[in-house]
């Protein structure tokens, strides 16, 4: 069995008895309160680990599912750690309306929210040297890597 099929598998076998761990749009920490070693592990080793809260449950299973080509890179990881990462981004993955879409290729930048909520920033301003991609959260949101996107902490780099 392939790690995809085995993930639609095991994954399929747990929505009945996960318990939900929804982080709410607008809190201070879009974090669930216990973080996963193995994703900040495995995932924070590569960019910003994003809150699970960011997508829902159906883009990260994708993305779980199709590790060696994760957005134009080979992040393939072991079987044990595919099954604990997915479990957790499964118990932890975005619920409210922020949500309720799904993004364009499963990216958080193509999501309706984000979309909406950039809409005023240049396209310029996404190219410049301390930022270079819309998903470099941590370069404007100095609080990103603890899950707080709050506006009050907004710096955008000249």
């Known amino acids: 069995m392939q790690i995809g099929q085995f993930l639609i ?12 761990n929804p982080v709410m749009a607008g809190s201070e ?24 809260a ?3 449950r159906q883009s990260w299973i994708r993305l779980m ?34 949500v309720r879409a799904q993004p364009k290729d499963d990216r958080i930048t193509e999501s309706d929210w984000f979309v909406r909520k950039h809409r005023k920033i240049d396209e310029a301003v996404w ?14 949101h100095t609080q990103a890597e603890r899950g707080n996107y709050d506006d009050d902490h907004v710096v955008i780099p000249k």
Do not use: M
């Not at 216990?34 to 080793?45: F, G, L, R, T, V």
């Not at 134009?72 to 619920?95: F, H, P, Q, R, Y």
């Open 127 to 140: 190219l410049r040297d301390a930022i270079k991609s819309r998903a470099n959260c941590a370069a404007c």
């Open 29 to 52: 920490n879009l974090f669930p309160a216990k973080i996963s070693p193995q994703y900040q592990q495995e995932c924070a080793a590569c960019h910003l680990a994003y809150p699970p």
């Open 54 to 56: 960011l997508l829902p």
């Open 65 to 98: 599912n199709n590790l060696e080509h994760h957005f134009g890179s080979d992040a393939s990881i072991d079987i044990e750690a595919v099954k604990e990462v997915s479990v957790w981004l499964n118990d932890n993955a975005g619920t409210f309306k922020r």
């Open 9 to 20: 598998y095991f994954l399929g076998l747990t929505f009945g008895s996960v318990t939900l």
